[in-house]
């Protein structure tokens, strides 16, 4: 038998195994966000892992509309969207998403925060404007 094509594979469900933890990049209420690498190419991600357990309907209902929202858009000013995939028998969501490698803007604004350092205007007119272009 021929080993599958290149589609074939794509076709194929993503797993958990399918990527190698880096580390932890970040905690929320519901989620934990890691670093991680793509063991088939390499590629460098970070992926969500929403527990959907203790969630209310509404609550798993937003998080499911979140992945939609996310895999309909396509915006240099927001984070890519990759693919999203269940695991622990539907007790957790997964988002695969682009790895920001500076973090995002609150990290930003924390870091600045703790060295007491401002952003520079032009850094602020950037991510002002980056940010009603994204909206």
């Known amino acids: ?45 970070a992926l969500k892992k929403v527990s959907l357990e203790n969630l209310s309907q509404k609550e798993r209902e937003n998080a499911l509309n979140e992945v939609r929202i996310l895999a309909s858009i396509k915006n240099e000013n927001i984070i890519g969207y990759k693919e999203s995939f269940v695991i622990d028998n539907g007790k957790t969501l997964c988002i ?17 925060k703790k060295s007491r350092s401002y952003f520079p205007e032009e850094q602020v007119w950037r991510i002002l404007i980056g940010s009603v272009q994204a909206l």
């Not at 500076?102 to 600045?112: E, F, P, S």
């Open 96 to 112: 695969v998403m682009d790895y920001a490698p500076d973090g995002d803007l609150y990290q930003a604004i924390c870091r600045n």
């Open 1 to 45: 038998m021929s080993s599958p094509t290149h589609a074939q594979k794509q076709a194929q469900s993503t797993t958990i195994n399918d990527f190698l933890i880096v580390n932890k990049i970040g905690t929320g209420s519901y989620s934990e966000v890691f670093k991680v690498q793509r063991k088939s190419d390499g590629h460098v991600y």
